[in-house]
T-cell receptor, first 115, second 111 residues
Framework: ETGVTQSPTHLIKTRGQQVTLRCSSQ?????VSWYQQALGQGPQFIFQ???????GRGNFPPRFSGLQFPNYSSELNVNALELDDSALYLC??????????????FGPGTRLTVL | DAKTTQPPSMDCAEGRAANLPCNHS???????VYWYRQIHSQGPQYIIH?????ETNEMASLIITEDRKSSTLILPHATLRDTAVYYC????????????WGLGTSLAVNP
């Protein structure tokens, strides 16, 4: 069983550019959640994807968008990058099955720096 | 906003029990208490969760007060590897299950 992986590990972009971050979920998991973590803060929920559909969104502008693929891997896209987008981006996979809760398994994150 | 309040930092001697408190006075009847931890610059790691009863697993114990307004995470024999930020999170059992994180407690385990 492989864990959650994210790529790339580090990324440097300039203001106004676009970025795509990738996440491979843990085997058997059908749900991916994305979080943004600024330095010294707790993670903030961006959105969640369940079976290729968005299943909840946090307080982030539309320039943050995502995709989930049939194999349940996922992408986070951010357009028109701003300096404040510099953060650790975390992907978490889990398995939704009715009311049964399964904990979220986090990847190591992608460190994005916007200059 | 996070529904929990935690002390910003705590210290613990290696080998001793670490008791991390969390207040969640506005918790609803269908909301669970979850604990995660984050070792420096790594992804968060699930520790334990509970609804009403106390819970124990190989990592920790979770003690929830009878009125459910507070809880304590207990690491029975803290090691240096337990140095991390510990997050207490309250969330419902809905199919979204998004996690709302506060600032957590930075636990330093000292030799």
């Amino acid at each position: 069983e492989t864990g959650v992986t994210q790529s790339p590990t580090h990324l440097i972009k300039t203001r106004g550019q676009q970025v795509t971050l990738r996440c491979s979920s843990q085997s058997g998991h059908n749900t991916v959640s994305w979080y943004q973590q600024a330095l010294g803060q707790g993670p903030q929920f961006i959105f969640q994807y369940y079976r290729e559909e968005e299943n909840g969104r946090g307080n982030f502008p539309p320039r943050f968008s995502g995709l989930q693929f049939p194999n349940y891997s996922s992408e986070l896209n951010v357009n028109a990058l701003e300096l404040d987008d510099s953060a650790l981006y975390l992907c978490a996979s889990s398995s939704l099955a009715g009311e049964s809760y399964n904990e979220q398994f986090f990847g190591p994150g992608t460190r994005l720096t916007v200059l | 906003d996070a529904k929990t309040t935690q002390p910003p930092s705590m210290d613990c001697a290696e080998g001793r029990a670490a008791n991390l408190p969390c207040n969640h006075s506005t918790i609803s009847g269908n909301e669970y208490v979850y604990w995660y931890r984050q070792i420096h610059s790594q992804g968060p790691q699930y520790i334990i969760h509970g609804l009403k009863n106390n819970e124990t697993n190989e990592m920790a114990s979770l003690i929830i007060t009878e009125d459910r307004k507070s809880s304590t995470l207990i690491l029975p024999h803290a090691t240096l590897r337990d140095t991390a930020v510990y997050y207490c999170i309250v969330t419902n059992a809905g199919n979204n299950r998004k996690l709302i994180w506060g600032l957590g407690t930075s636990l330093a385990v000292n030799p």
